[in-house]
């Protein structure tokens, strides 16, 4: 299976223009469509406004908000037509209202890839994030940070590998864009700590991953005593990888409530893009 239906949210900024082509750019490498969706704000420009009183005063206050709507819909709508424009893709961009923000949950349950942004909220309602939407939908999510540069589309992709399951999983919800990229190196941290890792760690999935037609090294790595999400990271900036692909990963023999500790630093962290599943 491949990527046929990708979800990227997009917001009239920078950092979204930026998200919007590096979703072009992956649904172009996999023959994907593309839907764009911009969450239009429920409220007005300006809070203190909720505060006015007198018939002429809520008028311009209502015709100030919708003035506003119109614009930033129409400055989110631009950027994402900016993007396909010359892409050889089929696409298209819905409007979702912020008040009516569980339909978010309904536009990424028929999707293979969901793109948003970090920090929070990325392109989401306020009240939403990737990981609440990744737990209610199982699809995986693509975080891009806010200030990545344009052009760098997962070609060498880190897959943080510890045997579990949701590890498993990621490399299923990731196998289209493993098998694409240029190189995946399977980075197996303090082998010798986890039983499940067998007599030669990383070794059979490497094998799995290039009959799928992947370029795949294997990496162990002794963490020293450091927190695993910043030797992970370490090694993916000193590396030079454009995505980290991992599950809802945690450090071995520790269970902790939704996400590991090793997922929450790295979520928290993120500064190169990161493909999370569950």
Same mark, same amino acid.
């Given at each position: 299976?491949?990527?046929?239906?990708?979800?990227v949210f997009v917001e009239p900024s920078n950092a979204g223009a930026t998200r919007a082509r $590096?979703?072009?750019?992956?649904?172009?490498?996999?023959?994907?469509?593309?839907?764009?969706?911009?969450?239009?704000?429920?409220?007005?420009?300006?809070?203190?406004?909720?505060?006015?009183?007198?018939?002429?005063?809520?008028?311009?206050?209502?015709?100030?908000?919708?003035?506003?709507?119109?614009?930033?819909?129409?400055?989110?709508?631009?950027?994402?037509?900016?993007?396909?424009?010359?892409?050889?893709?089929? $696409?298209?961009?819905?409007i979702i209202r912020e008040i009516e923000s569980d339909d978010t949950k309904l536009h990424c349950?028929?999707?293979?890839?969901?793109?948003?942004?970090?920090?929070?909220?990325?392109?989401?309602?306020?009240?939403?994030?990737?990981?609440?939407?990744?737990?209610?939908?199982?699809?995986?999510?693509?975080?891009?940070?806010?200030?990545?540069?344009?052009?760098?589309?997962?070609?060498?992709?880190?897959?943080?590998?510890?045997?579990s399951r949701e590890a498993r999983r990621a490399i299923a919800d990731s196998l289209p864009l493993?098998?694409?990229?240029?190189?995946?190196?399977?980075?197996?941290?303090?082998?010798?700590?986890?039983?499940?890792?067998?007599?030669?760690?990383?070794?059979?999935?490497?094998? $799995?991953?290039?009959?799928?037609?992947?370029?795949?090294?294997?990496?162990?790595?002794?963490?020293?005593?450091?927190?695993?999400?910043?030797?992970?990271?370490?090694?993916?900036?000193?590396?030079?990888?454009?995505?980290?692909?991992?599950?809802? $990963?945690?450090?071995?023999?520790?269970?902790?409530?939704?996400?590991?500790?090793?997922?929450?630093?790295?979520?928290?962290?993120?500064?190169?893009?990161?493909?999370?599943?569950?």
């Amino acid at each position: 299976m491949g990527l046929k239906n990708i979800v990227v949210f997009v917001e009239p900024s920078n950092a979204g223009a930026t998200r919007a082509r $590096y979703a072009v750019e992956l649904a172009r490498r996999h023959g994907a469509h593309l839907i764009g969706i911009f969450v239009a704000s429920s409220d007005g420009p300006i809070p203190a406004n909720a505060y006015v009183r007198g018939r002429d005063a809520m008028r311009r206050l209502i015709e100030l908000h919708d003035a506003n709507a119109i614009e930033t819909t129409s400055v989110a709508s631009r950027n994402f037509n900016t993007a396909t424009n010359s892409a050889d893709i089929t $696409y298209e961009f819905r409007i979702i209202r912020e008040i009516e923000s569980d339909d978010t949950k309904l536009h990424c349950l028929h999707a293979d890839l969901v793109i948003v942004g970090h920090p929070r909220p990325g392109g989401l309602p306020l009240n939403s994030s990737a990981e609440g939407l990744l737990l209610a939908t199982g699809i995986p999510f693509l975080i891009v940070p806010d200030g990545w540069p344009s052009g760098a589309v997962a070609q060498r992709v880190l897959l943080a590998w510890n045997a579990s399951r949701e590890a498993r999983r990621a490399i299923a919800d990731s196998l289209p864009l493993l098998s694409a990229a240029q190189s995946v190196s399977i980075v197996v941290i303090d082998a010798a700590k986890n039983r499940l890792h067998g007599e030669n760690p990383g070794a059979d999935v490497a094998v $799995y991953l290039s009959r799928h037609g992947a370029h795949v090294t294997t990496e162990p790595i002794d963490s020293n005593g450091s927190p695993i999400a910043d030797v992970i990271l370490q090694h993916a900036v000193h590396g030079g990888f454009d995505l980290i692909v991992l599950g809802a $990963y945690s450090h071995a023999r520790v269970r902790e409530a939704v996400f590991g500790g090793v997922t929450r630093s790295l979520l928290k962290l993120a500064t190169i893009p990161m493909l999370i599943a569950h």
